[in-house]
């Protein structure tokens, strides 16, 4: 049976794959990091119940924390660091965990108790045996110990474990030798 995805749904999941693009570019400048990142969330409301809802809601709110605290308003980014952690989770976040990235900037400006809780956030999500990894940096910031992110800081910002371009190739191989979508 051939499942069909709208070409909402793909503008969808491209918008997420282009926000990590862009924002890993690394000018945030002239805001386009910011229009897209407020731009999924706009179409992450439209479309609660897709498996690519949670990756928005983190993604864009990770990003939006981030660009926070490139200008200095840390209040704002932990603002956003706890609307990232307040996801219903996705496949991806609730297998491998959410980016770490904002927490540890976060960290590192000294809000160690907004990181606390939002790892208490993820908790929600992210189950299985990596949930012992929440307890072990809770437990490292509680002693002032500098935390192992293992992947947690590569992983890109669209939910993804691997390079843009990995995911794409691996995602057009897949459909195409499966037949599993069909294109509207």
Request: charged residues 20%.
């Amino acid at each position: 049976m051939k499942k069909t995805i709208s070409k909402e749904n793909q503008a969808f999941f491209r918008l997420g794959m282009k926000l990590g693009l862009v924002y890993h570019k690394g000018n945030h400048q002239d805001g386009r990091a910011r229009h897209l990142a407020e731009e999924y969330l706009i179409m992450a409301r439209k479309h609660p119940d897709s498996w690519n809802y949670g990756n928005a809601i983190h993604c864009a709110n990770t990003v939006l924390g981030l660009l926070a605290l490139e200008n200095g308003r840390t209040d704002e980014a932990v603002v956003y660091l706890h609307r990232a952690g307040a996801t219903p989770g996705s496949p991806q976040l609730n297998s491998f965990g959410p980016n770490m990235l904002l927490a540890k900037e976060l960290i590192e400006a000294g809000r160690v108790e907004s990181v606390l809780a939002y790892l208490e956030q993820c908790r929600k999500f992210w189950r299985g045996p990596m949930v012992e990894k929440i307890a072990e940096w809770h437990l490292a910031l509680l002693n002032g110990e500098e935390l192992d992110y293992a992947g947690h800081l590569k992983y890109h910002l669209n939910g993804f474990r691997m390079p843009i371009s990995e995911v794409v190739k691996a995602f057009w191989k897949i459909t195409k030798a499966n037949g599993i979508f069909s294109w509207n």
